[in-house]
Every structure is written in structure tokens, then in C-alpha cells.
């Protein structure tokens, strides 16, 4: 997870290749024509109580045209929004069962979804995000509306340089090639 990397490596990933790479910040290089997506690290707290060890990693984001605070979370796949701001951000609820569990290996179960038809961040868009309610707890309202998960993500390569506070990404490629060489790796017959 997150908490055993140093805030010094740059990590990223690629799902087509199915790889996730590490580098240290002196030799990274922000891929040409990325987007770059600044965050603000802030320390989690619960009333006037910080939590030791916990940090949000801050962006203002656009949730269907409405102003939401999200926590760059890139250890889950659902993207979340607080019950409470889904009027603004346009969400119907519908039928959905999943359970998330957190960092800390709290389980939590969820019974209903919204699609939001548009999510932008800087310069970087998903459409038809999967977004459930955001019921952590541990954090303030006034300090987060919920998470932007990995489903947003999907469309892009990702680089995280952490003590740059920047998140890093750039649009898939046609990824054929690269799913041929994973199932390669399998040493597949039927290739």
C-alpha cells in the first residue's frame, strides 16, 4: 500500500501492460503532454483530534458541474461523494451492493449507487463515473465531500510523485498490443 512508500519514489502504473513501476524523484521525468494534477496534502482530522499518520491528498474537482473536495484515493476502485452533496452534484441513487473496506480494514457496506455523467479535474475528464456514498467518518464535512477512486483513473496512465504533490496522467493508448503481450506472458496455446 501507500503508507510503506516514501514520499521521495514517484510511483506509477499501467494497466495495459498490467505493471506498476517505482522510481526516485532526481531521475523522474513528467511524461511529455500529461496532465498535471497539483493536490493539497491535508492531515485527517475528527472534531480538534488529528489522526497520527493519516493525510487526504486534496483536489477540487467538478461533479456534474458542482464544486466537491475529493481525496485523490488511488487504493480503491469507486470513486465517493457525501449522501449529503448529492442533490448538488445531480446523483440519482440507484441499487448497487459492494462492500468497501478502508485503510484501516474497516468493512462497510453499500447499497446504492449514482452515475455522475461528467468529472473533470484540471484538465482531465471521466464520464459516467460510478460514484457511492462517502461514509468515512473519521474526517470532518467541512474538510472532504468524499474520494475520486480508481475508476476515474481508468482512461489514463498515472504517475504519483508524491513530494511534488502532483499527480500525473495521460491518455491510454490503443492498448491491443500491449494485452497481446500480457497474455504472452501467460505462455498462452491459443496465441
Same mark, same amino acid.
Given at each position: 500500500?501507500?503508507?510503506? @512508500? ?5 510511483? =506509477? ?8 513501476? &517505482? ?6 521525468? %513528467? *511524461? ?15 472534531? /480538534?483530534? !488529528? ?9 477540487? $474537482? ?7 473536495? &475529493? ?15 448529492? $442533490?448538488? =452534484?445531480? &446523483?440519482? *441513487? ?5 462492500? &468497501? ?11 446504492? =449507487?449514482?452515475? $455522475? ?6 484538465? %482531465? ?18 474538510? /472532504?465531500?468524499?474520494? /475520486?477512486?480508481?475508476?476515474?483513473? =481508468? ?10 504533490? $502532483? ?5 491510454? !493508448?490503443? %492498448? !491491443?498490443?500491449?494485452? @497481446? %503481450? ?7 496455446? !491459443?496465441?
Amino acid at each position: 500500500g501507500r503508507d510503506i @512508500l516514501a514520499d521521495s519514489l514517484v510511483f =506509477a502504473f499501467d494497466r495495459d501492460a498490467g505493471m506498476g513501476f &517505482l522510481a526516485t524523484r532526481d531521475v523522474f521525468t %513528467a *511524461p511529455d503532454g500529461a496532465i498535471r494534477l497539483s493536490y493539497q496534502d491535508v492531515p485527517m482530522t475528527t472534531g /480538534l483530534v !488529528e489522526v497520527v499518520g493519516a493525510t487526504r491528498r486534496l483536489v477540487t $474537482a467538478q461533479v456534474n458541474g458542482t464544486k466537491q473536495t &475529493l481525496h485523490v484515493d488511488l487504493g480503491g476502485f469507486q470513486s465517493q461523494l457525501r449522501s449529503e452533496r448529492w $442533490a448538488d =452534484a445531480h &446523483l440519482t *441513487p440507484l441499487p448497487y451492493r459492494t462492500t &468497501l473496506v478502508d485503510e484501516l480494514g474497516t468493512p462497510r457496506a453499500i447499497d446504492k =449507487a449514482g452515475i $455522475a455523467n461528467q468529472v473533470t479535474v484540471g484538465g %482531465a475528464s471521466g464520464m459516467g463515473v460510478l460514484m457511492v456514498p462517502y461514509g468515512d467518518r473519521r474526517t470532518d464535512p467541512e474538510q /472532504l465531500d468524499g474520494t /475520486l477512486g480508481l475508476n476515474f483513473f =481508468a482512461p489514463y496512465h498515472v504517475w504519483a510523485d508524491w513530494s511534488g504533490r $502532483a499527480i500525473y496522467l495521460k491518455p491510454r !493508448e490503443d %492498448a !491491443e498490443d500491449k494485452l @497481446l %503481450a500480457r497474455l504472452g506472458r501467460w505462455a498462452s496455446p !491459443e496465441l
